[in-house]
């Protein structure tokens, strides 16, 4: 796969989860959508957990894609002639 196709999948999921998380830390769980983990009809409770995993992955995706950003390494080690 591309390296800058793997980056800009990881930029857009990493912010994906961060507004995910807002969406878990704003609105209790009968106002979540229904497609979304944690929602329940009769529960007023917010899911700080669930939004906390949410950050979490935000961060792991944004490292990984600050790391695949970096330079390539070689491949092979430099010689050591004199």
Known sequence: ???????GLAV???IAC??????YWSHPANQLPHWLPG???SDTA???K???????LAIAAGIFAWFQSGP???TTPPSTDQ
């Open 1 to 7: 796969m591309n390296k800058a196709l793997l980056i």
């Open 12 to 14: 857009i999921v990493a």
């Open 18 to 23: 961060l507004v995910l998380a807002g969406v």
């Open 39 to 41: 929602y329940s009809a």
């Open 46 to 48: 917010v899911h700080v």
């Open 50 to 56: 669930h939004g906390l995993a949410a950050v979490i």
């Open 72 to 74: 390539k390494r070689p």
